[in-house]
């Protein structure tokens, strides 16, 4: 029986192991230069889809690099607000939202410029801090001490339009409920599940409670949520931020600035998923 002649363990034109020290044989060459374009691109697309895929964090802005300065007259409540004169607004005055350095509403300090002598609608003050702002509605982020916030005493500001009011009869929003301060501009994201439990720890701290829906015209919306006499509703909304909901309450206008009033019936919060 005639013996098949001896083969070289090392002949790649044979064999086509791998060895480190040699060429690549040819039958891997080709494999490799196939498939390692197509797993690179196929990588690229896949981030490039995922990238498209995520929610967008918003255009809010957070400038801490440039101390503002606005004197205007602050009107108490649950969430203070402070009203500056602009004629380049439609009502001739543009609303600010105020809150402290943290997680904190400015609710104690503005008390604490009140007089208890007296019943006042709305004082003079000059306030100074950063600017917050999203969707042309801004915020401002007091200074801490006495620098952030000083009631103007014996001293007359320009002419401040009168505050205009509507209400708007029950209806039903579709949203999600967040926190004023980071949906603005401090955090990105400020909305969603990832920002839960920072959006509960500032409404509970006296940041506004923000609700945040889109209208039949696909234009997005938002609102300080209160209750049906401006009032808290932290206690009740709390399990219920960062979820989407449904609420049934009566919209608001104040000047430029809109508040939702929550129903007082427990079915007028409730999730939607």
Same mark, same amino acid.
């Given at each position: 029986m005639t013996k098949p002649p001896a083969r070289?363990?090392?002949d790649r034109r044979t064999d086509p192991i791998f060895v480190g020290y040699l060429p690549t044989p040819l039958r891997d060459r080709r494999f490799l230069?196939?498939?390692?374009p197509i797993l690179l691109w196929g990588f690229v697309l896949l981030a490039i889809g995922l990238s498209l895929d995520q929610t967008s964090p918003g255009d809010g802005t957070w400038d801490t690099g440039n101390l503002l300065t606005l004197e205007g007259e602050v009107v108490p409540g649950t969430y203070p607000v402070l009203r500056v004169a602009d004629p380049g607004s439609k009502k001739g005055v543009r609303s600010w939202l105020m809150v402290e350095q943290g997680k904190f509403g400015t609710q104690a300090r503005v008390e604490a410029l009140l007089d208890p002598t007296t019943s006042v609608d709305s004082f003079p003050v000059r306030a100074r801090g950063f600017r917050i702002e999203r969707d042309g509605r801004p915020?401002? @982020?007091?200074?801490?001490?006495?620098?952030g916030l000083q009631?103007?005493?014996?001293?007359? /500001? $320009?002419?401040? =339009?009168s505050a205009e009011s509507s209400l708007q009869d029950p209806s039903q929003y579709q949203g999600e409920i967040v926190d004023a301060k980071c949906w603005l501009g401090v955090m990105k994201p400020g909305a969603g599940k990832p920002h839960k439990a920072c959006a509960t720890l500032c409404i509970g701290g006296g940041v506004p409670p923000m609700m945040v829906w889109f209208d039949e015209s696909g234009h997005r919306r938002r609102a300080v949520l209160v209750g049906q006499s401006?009032?808290?509703v932290v206690d009740r909304i709390r399990s219920f931020i960062?979820?989407?909901? @449904?609420?049934?309450?009566r919209l608001e206008q104040r000047d430029d600035l809109f508040f939702l009033r /929550? $129903?007082?019936? =427990?079915?007028?919060l409730r999730r939607t998923h």
């Open positions: 070289n363990a090392l230069m196939v498939w390692i915020m401002l @982020e007091l200074l801490p001490g006495k620098d009631r103007l005493k014996n001293q007359r /500001l $320009g002419a401040l =339009p401006g009032e808290s960062a979820d989407p909901v @449904e609420i049934t309450g /929550l $129903g007082e019936a =427990p079915e007028a």
